[in-house]
T-cell receptor, first 114, second 113 residues
Framework: DGGITQSPKYLFRKEGQNVTLSCEQNLNHDAMYWYRQDPGQGLRLIYY???????QKGDIAEGYSVSREKKESFPLTVTSAQKNPTAFYLC?????????????FGDGTRLSIL | EDKVVQSPLSLVVHEGDTVTLNCSYE??????LLWYKQEKKAPTFLFML????IEKKSGRLSSILDKKELFSILNITATQTGDSAVYLC?????????????FGQGTILTVHP
């Protein structure tokens, strides 16, 4: 089945530790996105990538890093510089065309601090 | 700064009721407005609206956009318990950043039997 796979579903981070969240898609989408969801705040964009080997900061990029070495994969690293990482992280992807295309989402990773 | 505001933030109704969810926006370069439904995990796509006054329908759900007044509504008729979810509104503010969405806070809808 085509879709977006995020792993792990749950992740715990110790103080001072970097953790990496995986996002893989087999939809042949060009663009991929990472969002953070906190209660009462909707989704906020962390990073996005419209093409392999290129990515841009979103609205809340501080304390996060990404890479886009393959079209199918867009991993997100939550670094120790992110002081409040507890949240629900959602990955999305979409086609990049001149007509509007909706984003499709994975099932998310819930990150907590130990 | 682009801004999307949804109201109400939460709503409790009984099965069979009709509900209207609101989404207003202030963005610099509007391309489209999208509605998503989020139950437990992944938001699922409902509608994309680009033109004013054209209603989009899918079963009991419908949505319309007013680009002059900068808002959209999502209507759900004859609600069912399966409609209980968070409904998210997002705006694609366009420019060279295709698909860069700004989301509202979401409306939590609870439908009691």
């Amino acid at each position: 089945d085509g879709g977006i796979t995020q792993s792990p579903k749950y992740l715990f981070r110790k103080e001072g530790q970097n953790v990496t969240l995986s996002c893989e898609q087999n939809l042949n989408h060009d663009a991929m996105y990472w969002y953070r969801q906190d209660p009462g705040q909707g989704l906020r964009l962390i990073y996005y990538s419209q093409i392999v080997n290129d990515f841009q900061k979103g609205d809340i990029a501080e304390g996060y890093s990404v890479s886009r070495e393959k079209k199918e994969s867009f991993p997100l690293t939550v670094t120790s510089a992110q002081k409040n990482p507890t949240a629900f992280y959602l990955c999305a992807s979409s086609m990049v065309t001149h007509s509007n295309q909706p984003q499709h989402f994975g099932d998310g990773t819930r990150l907590s601090i130990l | 700064e682009d801004k999307v505001v949804q109201s109400p933030l939460s709503l409790v109704v009984h099965e069979g009721d009709t509900v209207t969810l609101n989404c207003s926006y202030e963005v610099t370069n509007f391309r489209s407005l999208l509605w998503y439904k989020q139950e437990k995990k992944a938001p699922t796509f409902l509608f994309m609206l680009t033109s004013s006054g054209i209603e989009k329908k899918s079963g009991r759900l419908s949505s319309i956009l007013d680009k002059k007044e900068l808002f959209s509504i999502l209507n759900i008729t004859a609600t069912q318990t399966g409609d209980s979810a968070v409904y998210l509104c997002a705006v694609d503010a366009g420019g060279t950043s295709y698909g860069k969405l700004t989301f509202g806070q979401g409306t939590i809808l609870t439908v009691h039997p």
